[in-house]
């Protein structure tokens, strides 16, 4: 089974609004990753949040992290058309080991 | 520097037929990754490599999926007899490290007719 689940399923927005996508998890991490993929084809790294950490930021990106909850989010803040995507959480298993990504957000951002 | 390429980037083959596909890795990058994307789908692992380490496995879907990797070079997934149910884009990603950020290539979007 997939060891990340993104939710919603699909999303849409409003461009100049927020987004959030969430992911759960089940066993313990080292680190949970978020990746982007457009058009069906190769994804693109967004951010790397550590267990140790809580919060992260990088430009319009907010990731927060509740290794108690097994959660994280993925906020987009003043979204826009460009940002129309499928986004993923991908976590390491805890152990080193390969990522496991799970089956992501359909994001649709609207003029 | 040069990403992850991929190729060929479109394969059309006729059941029963087999298929070879080509990763090359960015230079250096220890660890290596196929998977496999259905239509509207999310990613599906299907094998990994990290260094001269056995390579798991576990995510092949049957014994006509096999790859192999030489060194921490090039990889190539063959897929026997193939079946109209393996059409899908199989991508290819490689990382410095097993557990590190994940550099994809453009995918090879395969369709068996």
């Known amino acids: 089974s997939q060891q990340g689940e993104e939710d919603p399923q699909a999303l849409s927005i409003q461009e100049g609004e927020n987004a959030t996508m969430n992911c759960s998890y089940k066993?313990?991490?080292?680190?949970l990753q978020w990746y982007r993929q457009n058009s069906g084809r190769g994804l693109v790294h967004l951010i790397l949040?550590?267990?140790?950490?809580r919060e992260k930021h990088s430009g319009r990106l907010r990731v927060t992290l509740d290794t108690s909850k097994k959660s994280s989010s993925l906020l987009i803040t003043a979204s826009r058309a460009a940002d129309t995507a499928s986004y993923f959480c991908?976590?390491?298993?805890?152990?080193?080991?390969?990522?496991?990504f799970g089956t992501g957000t359909q994001l649709k951002v609207e003029l | 520097g040069a990403g992850v390429s991929q190729s060929p980037s479109n394969k059309v083959t006729e059941k029963g037929k087999d298929v070879e596909l080509r990763c090359d890795p960015i230079?250096?990058?220890?660890?290596l990754y196929w998977y496999r994307q259905r239509l509207g789908q999310g990613l599906e692992f299907l094998i990994y490599f990290q260094g001269n380490s056995a390579p798991d496995k576990s995510g092949l879907p049957s014994d006509r999926f096999s790859a192999e990797r030489t060194g921490e070079s090039v990889s190539t997934l063959t897929i026997q007899r193939t079946q109209q149910e393996d059409s899908a884009v199989y991508l290819c990603a490689s990382s410095l490290v097993g557990w590190d950020e994940q550099f994809f290539g453009p995918g090879t979007r395969l369709t068996v007719l």
């Open positions: 949040i550590r267990s140790n950490e």
């Open positions: 991908a976590t390491d298993g805890g152990g080193g080991n390969k990522l496991t």
């Open positions: 066993t313990s991490i080292n680190n």
């Open positions: 230079s250096g990058h220890t660890a």
